[in-house]
């Protein structure tokens, strides 16, 4: 298919004068700054951050295996989510493709901007059903959210499937890879050289345990990323996010040390679990998760509460009746809950 980023792009945002910050106009060393309008008294937190991240972007480029100008950071997944909305879809025109059950920011951003949303199932097994979704775009359909592993479901999408769409839509395809540390596969990033249209989001927020300091990563075409910086928030991510960041690339074998101990407890999580009477199935996973049908959801879930054990109730979800998801906790804290499970 061709693929015509030009064609794409809302004709505002393709024509738009970019905001251009102080720190924009003059990088390097100085003796004096007066261009920002900041307080001149020193503390760790008087000057702007670099608003294009250069040193953490180097880390990730190492890490990641992806250049530089290919990737853009926000704050969180959920603000890339919501960029690439407004790069490429006219309010009120334009719509974006979301197979379901899945993550329930790609609605939310998408009703937040006034673009609609054409909704397909997943297969029963939470895979992409390949037929209705190829019929289900049109002209106007300019992105298509996937999500893999899936939340709530947990699954791998079939590669296959994937690169299929990415062959056949003409639009761009958002491939949330949030969880893929947790799977033995390499993920969609060896594919960027190969397809324009394909965006990959990470995260910082899981493996790597920084939910806290707001850090999304997205990975495209040098086009597409330069795009997201023409309309982000001068400023987007914080000293103090970029700083921590930095310290954690540092520190990669403990994230896969963690990422190993998560993977083992899913597995005996999974398999105490299903001896438990009132679980009915265990659903694959490959995140750090598992989606579990269970007798009667909504109740399980409030026992579970009275006994200070919060998991989330996906029952009203499609395709997930009577389904909770649960986190994979510390060894400690998924015994309990398969105690308390197996006394209810
Ligand atoms: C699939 C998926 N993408 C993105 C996110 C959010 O990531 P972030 O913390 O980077 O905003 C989540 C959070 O649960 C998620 O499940």
Same mark, same amino acid.
């Given at each position: ?140 359909? #300019? ?17 296959? #499937? ?92 403990? #994230? ?89």
């Amino acid at each position: 298919m061709k693929f015509n980023l030009e064609k794409l792009v809302r004709p505002t945002i393709l024509s738009l004068k970019p905001y251009s910050s102080a720190r924009d106009e003059f990088q390097g060393n100085a003796a004096i700054f007066l261009d920002a309008n900041e307080n001149p008294y020193p503390s760790a937190f008087n000057r702007y951050p670099d608003p294009h991240q250069l040193k953490l972007k180097q880390k990730l480029s190492r890490i990641k295996d992806v250049p530089i100008d290919q990737i853009f950071l926000g704050n969180g997944s959920d603000e890339p989510i919501d960029l690439l909305i407004r790069a490429f879809c006219e309010p009120g025109v334009d719509n974006v493709l979301i197979p379901q059950p899945t993550y329930g920011m790609y609605t939310v951003s998408s009703e937040i901007n006034n673009v609609s949303i054409k909704s397909i199932r997943l297969t029963k097994d939470f895979d992409l059903d390949v037929a209705p979704l190829r019929n289900s775009w049109d002209s106007k359909t #300019k992105l298509i959210f996937l999500c893999s592993p899936n939340n709530p479901s947990g699954n791998l999408l079939t590669e296959e #499937k994937v690169l299929s769409i990415l062959r056949d839509f003409p639009g761009i395809v958002v491939m949330d890879e949030a969880y893929v540390d947790f799977t033995g596969s390499k993920g969609f990033v060896p594919y960027l050289k190969e397809f324009p249209n394909l965006v990959i989001l990470q995260t910082l927020s899981k493996a790597w345990g920084l939910a806290a300091i707001r850090l999304g990563m997205c990975f495209a075409s040098t086009e597409i990323i330069a795009l997201l910086n023409k309309i982000k928030p001068p400023y987007n991510i914080s000293i103090l996010s970029q700083q921590v960041a930095e310290e954690a690339l540092n520190h990669e074998s403990a #994230k896969n040390a963690h990422v190993f101990e998560i993977i083992e407890s899913r597995k005996k999580l999974a398999s105490d679990l299903t001896g438990i009477k009132l679980v009915k199935k265990v659903f694959q996973s490959d995140a750090n998760f598992l989606l579990v049908q269970v007798t009667n959801a909504k109740k399980i879930y409030q026992e579970l509460v009275n006994r200070g054990i919060i998991v989330r109730d996906r029952s009203n979800v499609i395709l997930c009746d009577n389904c909770l998801r649960i986190t994979v906790g510390t060894p400690v804290e998924n015994q309990k809950l398969v105690s308390e499970l197996s006394q209810l």
